[in-house]
């Protein structure tokens, strides 16, 4: 079964940025496009970037130009680096494989973003 374990969110003020990490535990992270999401309550869970096995990136249009996703196959980690955070990106992230899945979805990382 593989693992997906997401950190770095944060309470941070309009403006701020922060870095989120997903670390998978899985031999065969290399092969699979990632994908960070994020979900808030009551409502379903959206993609906002994802990244393929060969670095190409895809952003939503509520991200794009603010967001960044990159990956570190050698560390099996996926990471989105998010500037010029706005209140509505305040959600829970998480990572996983996109379109297909790579393991359960995790816990998540909460980021709030308030004055």
């Known amino acids: 079964q593989v693992q997906l374990v997401e950190s770095g969110g944060d309470l941070v003020q309009p403006g701020g940025s922060l870095r989120l990490s997903c670390a998978a535990s899985?031999?065969?992270?290399?092969?699979?496009?990632m994908g960070w999401y994020r979900q808030v309550p009551g409502k379903q869970r959206d993609l906002v970037a994802s990244?393929?096995?060969?670095?190409?990136?895809n952003y939503a249009d509520s991200v794009k130009g603010r967001f960044t996703i990159s990956r570190d196959n050698a560390k099996k980690t996926v990471y989105l680096q998010m500037n010029s955070l706005k209140p509505e990106d305040t959600a829970v992230y998480f990572c996983?494989?996109?379109?297909?899945?790579?393991?359960?979805w995790g816990q998540g990382t909460q980021v709030t973003v308030s004055s």
């Open positions: 996983n494989g996109y379109p297909a899945l790579l393991g359960s």
């Open positions: 990244i393929s096995n060969g670095g190409s990136t």
């Open positions: 899985t031999r065969i992270f290399s092969i699979y496009a």
